[in-house]
């Protein structure tokens, strides 16, 4: 039995002896070559894609292009003797198809080593055979790699990934790239579609990360804007083509003019080849950097489609010395490589179609091939992603440069900062992105063919800017009313009720208070302040009689002076506000009224002090004389001038547009802007009151002809009532009858102070002038 164990403890102790195995099996590099430090690259160089059959050759020069400028950037690098001057410089350039599974074969072939299956030892720790990775052509691609890269620390700078999900250092911390975030770029055309006023719009997109990252920031960003989408439509180049024919029926079907198309070249190109073979015209395409500068994309039929296209594009450059590089290229420099073959092979069979065949079309078609071959590889006219591998080609080697002893290359690229390429400045931010710069383009055409043009924009559709709307705005005398179940820009026209009115947004307006309300408001403003004038004006005739001289004449003409002003403050609350409306009205009203019932209060004193001096040995009016009863008036005022002040210095009053008590109605408004201050404002004048009141009851049983308390105490009484219920009538009114009750208040108080204490008095001057006399005004003797 003991031996059986020894024996299983044996079998399974060499079991777990540790082994490595490498990460894939072996995979020849396009294009290569030796140096100190390897720098890795993958490109696209072939279209995983069998939709796209109308090619006369299947390999991508756009990314033959790049691989080449990666390679003559390195080579200028390695020339260079002030940057890395001991080092040198080498690469490995894969293809990835297009294909996520391709690209991660290609990445862990450069992670390790193809020469090498197995790694025994006591570990599985091994140095990559590689420094750093240039890549990838599309976010889906780089997304995959950056996840993988990640563990072994090796930075990846990609020169066309722009899925703004990439910015998140957590799950990708060492990706970099020299093309900026999708983020601003969304940003960007939201601000466009607002610019040309186009507020119902279609959206397709990728179905990948780059697709659906960028259609987010879009919709939010645009939304925010008052733009409303349609739809929106997802495409994938991995998708059949009945997919492609059901996204294009939704646009057949839409009615909005404008596409938002945040999709990739490839995705694109099948929609609209179905497009064109439909015959659907008249739209207004905008595009995201991934297609807006691929001229290829426009070419023949495309441009009938696509005539007009708008777009944000990254910013050009010129690359010193590359052109000359592109063109001088030759199959030995390369033995034995397939995609350098391929190239070659290409313009051997178009140069020789073009000068030995004899049908006509062929001999087009082939010269057409050869021009394009020559465009698309050695035209250095249109540099935006080659900048950017060049760029990012300095950038990694500068890393190098500046890296220690205890430096890795990703820490070192993290600080990277230089200046290059017509004075660029290149650095990468906390979160691996470079700045954001874009160019404007629009799609125009010449005798030439069609060309990018910037800034100057051009609309195939009648010359005109096209207008993408759900609904036409409403004119002058209707308003917006929503259509049950859709987006907030499709709305009905209705005709304003009376007492309302709209401007041309089309939104309902509604007045503080409607006309025939403001009307009578304002005869009764003016009513009032008229009578209080002339009951001054009968005062001032009578001035010297005794019933005059015995009320005090000098408070009595404060407090009709006072009175008019409180009449004349309703005016402030009738008609449309403003910022200054708004500040005057409540202002004055505050302070106005603190000075009239300022003026009763003393008044009211004056009332118990004069009771009190007929007493015998009592001097108490030597307390409160004419001066004091000034001053008191003045302090009292001055005191809600003052909470005035710091009310309007901290949060004044200001005018706004209530959209929240009614629907699809705008109501202009005075916003308090602090309710606390103006809550202070009425208590103060509420505690005032209730002084006065409890003054005045205090006095009403003094002798009726020698004071005027009970005339006070009656008045004070409705100015109390009248404020005690505009509280709770204010608050709980509903938009455009606020201003209303409140002036109904300031109007019915004024009328209780002028009525009650002064309708007596002119009573018995005009009418009854033989009581106008010191004995009937002292009258009966105190008993």
């Known amino acids: 039995m003991m ?21 894939s099996k072996s995979v020849l590099p396009v294009f290569s070559n030796d140096g100190d430090i390897i720098i890795g690259g993958i490109f696209s160089f072939h279209n995983n894609n069998i939709l796209l059959t109308y090619s006369f050759y299947s390999l991508n020069l756009m990314e033959f292009q790049f691989a ?14 002030a940057l890395l001057p001991d080092l040198s410089l080498g ?87 020299t093309i900026p975030s999708d983020y601003h770029q969304s940003k960007a055309l939201a601000k466009l579609v607002k610019q040309f006023g186009w507020t119902w719009i279609g959206v397709i997109q990728s179905d990948n990360d780059y697709g659906i990252y960028g259609t987010a920031t879009f919709i939010e ?13 997802a495409i994938s180049r991995y998708n059949p083509l009945e997919q492609y024919h059901e996204t294009v029926n939704i646009i057949k079907q839409s009615t909005s003019k404008v596409i938002i198309a945040f999709t990739s070249f490839i995705d694109l190109e099948i929609l609209i080849q179905e497009i064109a073979l439909q015959n659907i015209t008249g739209l207004q395409w905008i595009g995201s950097e991934g297609w807006i500068s691929n001229v290829k994309l426009p070419a023949n039929e495309m441009y009938r489609i696509l005539g007009g296209a708008l777009g944000f594009a990254i910013t050009n450059a010129v690359i010193p010395g590359l052109k000359e590089f592109l063109s001088n290229i030759h199959p030995s420099d390369t033995p034995a490589n397939s995609v350098m073959d391929e190239f070659w092979e290409n313009i051997f069979n178009c140069t020789f179609i073009s000068q030995n065949a004899t049908d006509t079309n062929k001999l087009c078609e082939a010269a057409k091939q050869l021009s394009d071959i020559n465009n698309q590889y050695t035209d250095v006219s249109d540099l935006r992603i080659a900048k950017n591998i060049y760029k990012g080609m300095y950038a990694i080697a500068h890393a190098l440069h500046d890296m220690s002893i205890c ?53 195939p559709i009648s010359f005109k800017v096209p207008r993408s709307v759900c609904s036409k705005s409403c004119t002058p005398g209707t308003f917006k009313a929503a259509q049950k179940g859709r987006p907030s820009c499709c709305y009905d026209c209705i005709l304003c009720a009376d007492g309302e009115i709209s401007n041309t947004t089309g939104w309902l307006l509604i007045k503080n208070i409607n006309n025939s309300i403001a009307i009578i408001l304002t005869v009764f403003t003016l009513l009032g302040a008229c009578l209080t004038v002339s009951v001054a004006f009968v005062f001032f005739c009578h001035r010297k009689t005794p019933i005059v001289r015995a009320n005090n004449s000098e408070l009595s003409f404060l407090l009709l002076f006072s009175l008019t002003l409180c009449f004349l403050c309703s005016l402030t609350f009738i008609g449309q506000p403003s910022d200054w409306s708004c500040i005057l009205r409540h202002t004055v009203f505050g302070i106005t009224f603190v000075m009239c019932v300022s003026c009763i209060l003393a008044k009211t004193i004056v009332v118990l002090m004069a009771f ?42 200001f005018f706004s547009s209530n959209i929240k008590s009614y ?121």
């Open 3 to 23: 031996q059986i164990s020894i024996l299983l403890m044996a079998l399974l102790t060499r079991a777990q002896e540790p082994f490595c195995r490498s990460l």
């Open 68 to 81: 080449q400028t990666m390679i003559f950037a390195i080579e200028e690098i390695n020339n260079n003797t």
């Open 91 to 177: 690469y490995k350039i894969y293809g990835d198809c297009s294909s996520v599974n391709l690209a991660m074969a290609a990445t862990m072939a450069l992670v390790n080593d193809e020469n090498e299956e197995i790694v025994s030892g006591s570990n599985c720790k091994k140095s990559s055979t590689i420094y750093a990775l240039i890549g990838l052509s599309e976010s889906p691609l780089s997304i995959s790699v950056a996840t993988f890269l990640s563990p072994f620390r090796i930075p990846m700078v990609s020169y066309f990934a722009t899925c703004a999900c990439l910015s998140n250092r957590n799950e990708y911390p060492t990706f970099f790239r």
């Open 221 to 233: 960003a645009v939304q925010m804007e008052g733009v409303c989408i349609e739809y929106t439509a």
């Open 407 to 459: 430096r890795t290359v990703l820490d070192s690229l993290k600080k990277v900062n230089f200046t290059m390429m017509q004075g660029e400045s290149i650095f990468f931010d906390g979160n691996g992105d470079t700045v954001a710069q874009y160019e404007l383009l629009n799609w125009q055409i010449n005798q030439e063919g069609v060309i990018h043009e910037y800034l100057s924009l051009f609309f």
């Open 612 to 653: 009190n001096a007929t007493r015998p040995g009592a001097n108490v009016m030597k307390w409160f004389g004419p001066l004091r009863q000034r001053l008191s008036v003045f302090i009292l005022t001055f005191i809600q001038a003052f909470m005035c002040t710091v009310w309007l210095i901290t949060s004044p009053p």
């Open 663 to 783: 629907k699809h109605k705008v109501i202009f408004e005075c916003d308090l802007g602090s309710t606390v201050d103006f809550y202070i404002m009425l208590g103060y004048i509420g505690v005032l009151s209730a002084l006065c009141f409890m003054l005045s009851f205090l006095a009403r049983k003094l002798p009726d002809n020698f004071n005027e308390a009970k005339f006070i105490t009656f008045s004070m009484l409705i100015f109390c009532a009248v404020w005690l219920t505009f509280i709770p009538a204010y608050i709980s009114s509903p938009g455009k009858y606020t201003v209303a009750v409140e002036i109904f208040a300031i109007l019915a108080s004024s009328f209780a102070l002028l009525f009650c204490i002064f309708t007596p008095k002119c009573y018995i001057i005009l009418l009854k002038p033989e009581q106008n006399t010191k004995k009937s005004v002292i009258g009966k003797k105190l008993e």
